[in-house]
């Protein structure tokens, strides 16, 4: 199997007596490996091929040296290896052997290296700078065809090139390649130009639930895009009393939704528009039928409460601590009962219950149980009882008090 043409053959350089070529190894070499490539020439109206090089060589840059000023030479490369010769890949253009002071460069613009995108209506007026000596030659294509110059105009300078369109239409988009040439050397670069207008209205809009508050809605693309995607949607709503239409969803990017929140005894019409990067669509989607947001009708059941037994025998939650103190200071003693009802509090000193006398205060609060002893005497020490009671029981709790 003979190998594949090598790639991307072009001129580097032309001088008075000499073209430099350079071109890329081919994508298939066949079975054996590549011996390496033979440059043919051609005299401009001649058939007959002559080789440069008598053996084949692997660089793939070659100089054809010896050639005369003036002269107009086709050229071609093959590929060659055990099992034959490729196809050659040959210029496209006869090369003119004359010095090229500065090969052909095009110049694009940075913001025209991506897809350049106008509204309909809009002028198109682009300018590609490009450098080459002597003057190059500039070719303007579409799909490999001349441009209709009834409606693109082009002016070209020794520096750039311009491309014009006065009232660009959708029709206008598509891939513009630029080639500058001199003497077989050439450049090219692809212009995109991508001719946008609003898209049409959504089709079939349904309105599929009404459930409480809300609204299911569905739709599907506009048939139309506008020559841009669809990027979101816009949907409205509108109630009965006011007419008025109001924003409910900003950017809905899929073809369904939800809308939520809306107002009990409230009828509703919705509206969708579509979105591409030139904008809204001029019409809408309007649902055929409208939602009436009902009452739903509850019927109120009472929370059963268990009732809950809180009668509950009186129970220490803090006993009394023993305590020392000195005599003629005051001192306190606590402890902490709960009960339902609320115990009755009984204070005893070495068994025998504390009446009325006034070295002794006690108090109960939120249930803590206090003991105040006034200005105690040694005579005061000794075991200190607390004891609650209520009709489900008693309880009580002690505590020894030393006076020094």
């Known amino acids: 199997e003979s190998p594949s043409s090598p790639l991307?053959?072009?001129?580097?350089?032309?001088?008075e007596n000499s073209i430099t070529l350079t071109w890329k190894a081919p994508e298939q070499t066949g079975q054996s490996s590549l011996d390496g490539y033979v440059v043919e020439i051609c005299k401009d109206g001649s058939t007959d091929w002559t080789a440069v090089n008598k053996e084949p060589f692997l660089s793939t840059r070659y100089t054809i040296q010896d050639l005369s000023s003036g002269e107009k030479i086709h050229v071609r490369v093959r590929a060659v290896s055990a099992s034959g010769a490729s196809d050659p890949a040959t210029l496209e253009q006869p090369v003119l052997i004359r010095e090229i002071l500065q090969l052909p460069k095009i110049r694009m613009p940075r913001h025209l290296r991506q897809t350049y995108i106008r509204h309909v209506g809009d002028a198109v007026n682009v300018m590609i700078p490009f450098q080459g000596k002597p003057q190059p030659e500039v070719i303007w294509t579409k799909g490999d065809q001349p441009l209709d110059t009834s409606r693109i105009n082009i002016r070209n300078t020794e520096r750039d090139t311009i491309f014009y369109?006065?009232?660009?239409?959708?029709?206008?988009?598509?891939?513009?390649?630029?080639?500058?040439?001199?003497?077989?050397?050439e450049d090219k670069a692809i212009?995109?130009?991508?001719?946008?207008?609003?898209?049409?209205?959504p089709e079939n809009l349904k309105l599929v639930d009404v459930w409480g508050f809300n609204v299911a809605l569905e739709?599907?693309?506009?048939?139309?895009?506008?020559?841009?995607?669809?990027?979101?949607y816009v949907v409205q709503k509108s109630d009965k009393k006011s007419g008025k239409w109001f924003t409910a969803l900003d950017r809905c990017s899929r073809t369904s939704c939800t809308i939520s929140d809306l107002i009990i005894g409230n009828t509703y019409s919705f509206r969708v528009f579509a979105e591409n990067a030139c904008g809204l669509s001029e019409k809408a989607a309007v649902t055929s039928g409208v939602a009436h947001i009902q009452k739903t009708k509850t019927a109120y059941q009472p929370e059963k409460i268990p009732q809950r037994d809180m009668m509950e025998p009186p129970k220490f939650t803090q006993p009394l601590t023993d305590r020392?103190?000195?005599r003629g200071y005051s001192t306190h003693l606590f402890c902490s009962v709960r009960g339902f009802p609320q115990p009755k509090i009984i204070w005893m000193k070495n068994q025998m219950e504390i009446r009325e006398d006034p070295k002794y205060i006690a108090m109960i609060e939120q249930g803590v149980c206090s003991l105040e002893i006034?200005?105690?005497?040694?005579?005061?020490g000794g075991i200190y009882t607390c004891k609650a009671v209520n009709p489900l029981g008693e309880a009580s709790v002690d505590c020894k008090l030393d006076v020094k």
């Open 191 to 201: 212009l995109d130009i991508q001719v946008i207008e609003p898209p049409g209205p």
């Open 8 to 15: 991307a053959l072009a001129v580097e350089e032309v001088t």
């Open 165 to 185: 369109i006065r009232n660009a239409q959708r029709n206008d988009s598509g891939k513009y390649e630029l080639t500058v040439r001199i003497n077989g050397a």
């Open 219 to 232: 739709w599907t693309p506009p048939v139309d895009n506008g020559n841009s995607e669809v990027k979101s």
């Open 324 to 326: 020392t103190t000195t």
């Open 374 to 380: 006034r200005k105690p005497s040694p005579f005061d």
